[in-house]
């Protein structure tokens, strides 16, 4: 497997709902991330997790809790968002041999808050 | 802290022409600066590195340490050329890696 996958495609939620994006990866990356990307605009790294531990955040609100429960998982737990959260979420992974290895992104959620 | 310029945001050019795709970095130490692309409804995906000097579907990049650049260049684009690149540089942090993107390029290769 050497893909990145991510759960759900699409997602719409209310300001007062909690749900949870999910990434997958089995090509035994030890770096996971999650990125936000706006229409037009480029991703902007929001979590960096190494062999499991949050390594980075880029000062995200707490209404986005990440999640790393085993070296092939991510979650990344949302509550009380604003519209301004819409974006697609994007989930990456590297192998951490050394800290610039090339990141493999994927295909993204999009969601959609009311 | 890293930067990343691409003074482009829209290239049009015609199948056949060479196309060019500039970037810029500012970084004061070894970046890594790699060229992503996005086609449409599609994933982001690498598309080279400079560190591994390859040619993928023609494309090369230079990185030029003096200019601080690392322009992505073909001779002759085709028409499934089009999309949005993304020139990115990866710094030396202690845990991760930090990737900074630039603002993108849209390249349209016309008939």
């Known amino acids: 497997d050497t893909e990145v996958t991510q759960t759900p495609k699409h997602l719409v939620m209310g300001m007062t709902n909690k749900k949870s994006l999910k990434c997958e990866q089995h090509m035994g990356h030890r770096a996971m991330y999650w990125y936000k990307q706006k229409a037009k605009k480029p991703p902007e790294l929001m979590f960096v997790y190494s062999y499991e531990k949050l390594s980075i955040n880029e000062s995200v609100p707490s209404r986005f809790s990440p999640e790393c429960p085993n070296s092939s998982l991510l979650n990344l737990h949302l509550h009380a968002l604003q519209p301004e959260d819409s974006a697609l979420y994007l989930c990456a992974s590297s192998r951490l041999r050394v800290v610039q290895d090339t990141q493999y992104f994927g295909p993204g959620t999009r969601l959609t808050v009311l | 802290a890293q930067r990343v310029t691409q003074p482009e945001k829209l290239l049009s050019v015609f199948k056949g022409a060479p196309v060019e795709l500039k970037c810029n970095y500012s970084?004061?130490?070894?970046?890594?600066l790699f060229w992503y692309v996005q086609y449409s409804r599609q994933r982001l995906q690498l598309l080279l590195r400079?560190?591994s000097r390859e040619s993928i579907k023609g494309f090369t990049a230079d990185l030029n340490k003096g200019e601080t650049s690392f322009h992505l260049k073909k001779p002759f684009a085709q028409e499934e050329d089009s999309a949005m690149y993304y020139c990115a540089l990866s710094g030396r942090e202690t845990s991760g890696s930090r990737l900074t993107f630039g603002e993108g390029t849209q390249l349209t290769v016309n008939p």
């Open positions: 400079h560190i």
């Open positions: 970084y004061s130490g070894s970046p890594e």
